[in-house]
């Protein structure tokens, strides 16, 4: 697609400088809006926010904290009408409560409720004003909040599993909330898969569990010390390890949402194994099953796939989502293998090989199908439980901190963030290898690859990185080999989407070059290959998450505004109210301005 010099249609924006603003900045002829704010009504009988009396059962039936994933699931062919499904993933109650009220060494047992009640999920019916543009949030039958009170059901091969069983559940089937829900994809079926991502640090006394081998498997996933930072262990003992030390393998799933019942209840998917799962997202393969992508988020951790054992009916009724989602509590768990072709030559400054690129072929390992175990030592049902330690066996890739993967409708090659990993390189740590080329890594970089066939079943692929990111101006960078001196700066990608035109767009996290987090499109055919241009960027101590890319719409999640402060004594983003106000992790609608006052088309001039 395109010319050279010519934008791709999707990107044809005036790019918006970096810079430190307390604003959402979008391009000339854009206008924005936002959709909700934390605190908002989602429920019926919600009541008005208000910061300085705030109660859990208020939080109950509001807008959560920090949204992170946005999936919009459209009601009609036009998208008026939308559901708006959004992840709340954690709290930080500094910020959230005033410094004259909240004690962090002493939190009210009120306190603890409001921060239960403030994760989770909501759902949100929304509708798109088709001639001024903006998305607008509206009471409905659909709205539903998820917090850490909803019953979830637990299915596939390790439900009931004696792992997962507590006193409250001797059934090892019924949990109380998700946890940590960072990103996460729409499914086919019209149902919101989203990823339990870092869990541990809401249980206590992980220290205080001294049987070997269960204190090695908390260790793997970073359950460790004592009290907590938020001290939920006080009001509930199910947040302390010496109590419960299986309330931990109950969170780290992926979860999935019915938005369009908002009786269902909804799911854990044990299937898909159990790690720090940034996301999931979904590819029908040419056999018409299901495989799912997940990457582990942290420093070294591995990137999995999942393929279902049956296959996929299209349609999005009640019988299609229900037999659909069965799909994924039966399949084979694999961990992927990168292995370079230019060996000798990474010398983890990010030089370039000398074939011209970071590339590869690599492999999926299974580790688990059904109920069979591939890995020595390891039953299936550890495998599902404790994954992390079950994948070490097989010497998959340990990647720099693999986010988002999502598969690209376009071109049907998959593409992976892989935010940052300064530990890369470092004494008694991993080295550089092709994958992952640079030594103390702030920046991130983009990976891409090729299913053999483009079957998302096969068991083999080629690999290459598109963006290697950071400064433009720096050495070791590297944008899919279009000239950088008309790229915008990028740094830790996080988030990916793609629009109709098969545009890669990202969202960041930690903007390692000084300036804030953004969104960012970039295609990735064709001469404008690797031509990175900035789309908006987020107020003062925000990443930015969530995005969504449509003909008319983008969507971004703004979370975290303002956590660069202490506290809420001297807030340092004023975001969205302005004023004096406390910032509001939100979601913000934005559109282009067409001619005669219509709504325009995104990224086409
Ligand atoms: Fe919650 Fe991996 O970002
Ligand atoms: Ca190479
Ligand atoms: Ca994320
Ligand atoms: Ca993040």
Same mark, same amino acid.
């Given at each position: 697609?395109?010319?050279?010099?010519?934008?791709?249609?999707?990107?044809?924006?005036?790019?918006?400088?970096?810079?430190?603003?307390?604003?959402?900045?979008?391009?000339?002829?854009?206008?924005?809006?936002?959709?909700?704010?934390?605190?908002?009504?989602?429920?019926?009988?919600?009541?008005?926010?208000?910061?300085? $009396?705030?109660?859990?059962?208020?939080?109950?039936?509001?807008?959560?904290?920090?949204?992170?994933?946005?999936?919009?699931?459209?009601?009609?062919?036009?998208?008026?009408?939308?559901?708006?499904?959004?992840?709340?993933?954690?709290?930080?109650?500094?910020?959230?409560?005033?410094?004259?009220?909240?004690?962090?060494?002493?939190?009210?047992?009120?306190?603890?409720?409001?921060?239960?009640?403030?994760?989770?999920?909501?759902?949100?019916?929304?509708?798109?004003?088709?001639?001024?543009?903006?998305?607008?949030?509206?009471?409905?039958?659909?709205?539903?909040?998820?917090?850490?009170?909803?019953?979830?059901?637990?299915?596939?091969?390790?439900?009931?599993?004696?792992?997962?069983?507590?006193?409250?559940?001797?059934?090892?089937?019924?949990?109380?909330?998700?946890?940590?829900?960072c990103a996460g994809g729409v499914t086919p079926?019209?149902?919101?898969?989203?990823?339990?991502?870092?869990?541990?640090?809401?249980?206590?006394?992980?220290?205080?569990?001294?049987?070997?081998?269960?204190?090695?498997?908390?260790?793997?996933?970073?359950?460790?010390?004592?009290?907590?930072?938020?001290?939920?262990?006080?009001?509930?003992?199910?947040?302390?390890?010496?109590?419960?030390?299986?309330?931990?393998?109950?969170?780290?799933?992926?979860?999935?949402?019915?938005?369009?019942?908002?009786?269902?209840?909804?799911?854990?998917?044990?299937?898909?194994?159990?790690?720090?799962?940034?996301?999931?997202?979904?590819?029908?393969?040419?056999?018409?099953?299901?495989?799912?992508?997940?990457?582990?988020?942290?420093?070294?951790?591995?990137?999995?796939?999942?393929?279902?054992?049956?296959?996929? $009916?299209?349609?999005?009724?009640?019988?299609?989502?229900?037999?659909?989602?069965?799909?994924?509590?039966?399949?084979?768990?694999?961990?992927?293998?990168?292995?370079?072709?230019?060996?000798?030559?990474?010398?983890?400054?990010?030089?370039?090989?000398?074939?011209?690129?970071?590339?590869?072929?690599?492999?999926?390992?299974?580790?688990?199908?059904?109920?069979?175990?591939?890995?020595?030592?390891?039953?299936?049902?550890?495998?599902?439980?404790?994954?992390?330690?079950?994948?070490? $066996?097989?010497?998959?890739?340990?990647?720099?901190?693999?986010?988002?993967?999502?598969?690209?409708?376009?071109?049907?090659?998959?593409?992976?963030?892989?935010?940052?990993?300064?530990?890369?390189?470092?004494?008694?740590?991993?080295?550089?290898?092709?994958?992952?080329?640079?030594?103390?890594?702030?920046?991130?970089?983009?990976?891409?690859?090729?299913?053999?066939?483009?079957?998302?079943?096969?068991?083999?692929?080629?690999?290459?990185?598109?963006?290697?990111?950071?400064?433009p101006k720096a050495a070791d960078t590297y944008?899919?080999?279009?000239?950088?001196?008309?790229?915008?700066?990028?740094?830790?990608?996080?988030?990916?989407?793609?629009?109709?035109?098969?545009?890669?767009?990202?969202?960041?996290?930690?903007?390692?070059?000084?300036?804030?987090?953004?969104?960012?499109?970039?295609?990735?055919?064709?001469?404008?290959?690797?031509?990175?241009?900035?789309?908006?960027?987020?107020?003062?101590?925000?990443?930015?998450?969530?995005?969504?890319?449509?003909?008319?719409?983008?969507?971004?999640?703004?979370?975290?505004?303002?956590?660069?402060?202490?506290?809420?004594?001297?807030?340092?983003?004023?975001?969205?109210?302005?004023?004096?106000?406390?910032?509001?992790?939100?979601?913000?609608?934005?559109?282009?301005?067409?001619?005669?006052?219509?709504?325009?088309?995104?990224?086409?001039?």
């Open positions: 697609p395109g010319r050279p010099g010519r934008p791709v249609p999707g990107t044809d924006f005036e790019a918006v400088p970096p810079n430190k603003l307390d604003a959402v900045t979008i391009p000339e002829g854009y206008d924005q809006r936002v959709v909700i704010r934390w605190g908002d009504a989602v429920e019926w009988g919600a009541p008005k926010f208000d910061f300085r $009396k705030q109660t859990a059962a208020a939080q109950a039936k509001q807008f959560g904290y920090n949204n992170d994933f946005v999936g919009l699931i459209p009601q009609d062919p036009l998208g008026i009408g939308n559901l708006l499904v959004v992840n709340h993933e954690y709290t930080t109650e500094v910020h959230m409560f005033p410094a004259d009220q909240y004690d962090p060494a002493n939190p009210t047992e009120e306190q603890v409720k409001i921060a239960w009640a403030a994760h989770g999920l909501s759902v949100v019916q929304t509708f798109r004003d088709p001639i001024g543009g903006a998305l607008r949030a509206v009471p409905s039958p659909f709205n539903r909040r998820i917090t850490l009170n909803t019953a979830f059901e637990v299915r596939g091969p390790a439900a009931g599993s004696k792992f997962l069983k507590t006193s409250a559940d001797p059934t090892g089937r019924k949990v109380f909330g998700t946890q940590n829900n079926w019209g149902t919101v898969l989203s990823g339990e991502e870092n869990v541990n640090q809401y249980f206590a006394n992980a220290a205080s569990v001294t049987d070997p081998v269960a204190a090695a498997r908390l260790k793997r996933y970073g359950f460790s010390g004592a009290g907590t930072t938020r001290k939920w262990e006080r009001f509930d003992k199910r947040w302390d390890l010496a109590q419960e030390p299986n309330e931990a393998n109950r969170f780290g799933w992926v979860v999935e949402i019915d938005p369009n019942d908002p009786n269902s209840t909804p799911v854990k998917h044990t299937a898909l194994g159990r790690f720090k799962h940034e996301a999931a997202n979904i590819k029908i393969t040419k056999d018409g099953r299901v495989a799912v992508y997940s990457g582990d988020d942290e420093r070294f951790e591995y990137i999995y796939k999942f393929v279902s054992k049956g296959k996929y $009916k299209p349609g999005k009724s009640a019988y299609a989502r229900r037999h659909n989602s069965a799909l994924l509590d039966d399949g084979t768990l694999y961990v992927a293998r990168f292995t370079g072709d230019s060996p000798g030559e990474i010398d983890g400054t990010g030089k370039l090989p000398k074939d011209g690129e970071f590339d590869g072929v690599g492999e999926w390992i299974p580790l688990v199908s059904g109920d069979k175990s591939f890995v020595d030592g390891f039953t299936a049902e550890e495998v599902y439980v404790f994954t992390r330690q079950a994948a070490d $066996k097989v010497q998959p890739t340990k990647m720099d901190r693999p986010e988002d993967i999502e598969p690209n409708p376009v071109n049907g090659r998959i593409y992976a963030a892989l935010t940052n990993n300064s530990d890369r390189g470092a004494a008694g740590k991993a080295g550089v290898d092709e994958p992952n080329p640079r030594v103390n890594n702030r920046n991130g970089h983009v990976l891409e690859w090729d299913e053999d066939r483009g079957d998302s079943a096969a068991t083999k692929f080629k690999w290459r990185l598109l963006l290697v990111c950071g400064d944008f899919g080999g279009f000239p950088k001196e008309q790229v915008s700066p990028i740094s830790c990608p996080d988030n990916v989407a793609f629009d109709r035109h098969g545009n890669l767009w990202i969202s960041t996290d930690g903007n390692a070059l000084g300036s804030n987090d953004g969104l960012f499109s970039v295609p990735v055919d064709g001469p404008e290959r690797g031509h990175v241009k900035q789309f908006l960027s987020v107020p003062v101590g925000a990443e930015t998450c969530g995005p969504v890319v449509t003909d008319h719409l983008v969507l971004v999640a703004v979370q975290h505004p303002g956590e660069n402060a202490a506290s809420s004594a001297n807030p340092t983003s004023h975001w969205p109210d302005g004023g004096t106000a406390q910032p509001r992790p939100s979601i913000v609608s934005v559109w282009k301005k067409g001619r005669w006052g219509q709504v325009g088309r995104i990224g086409v001039k």
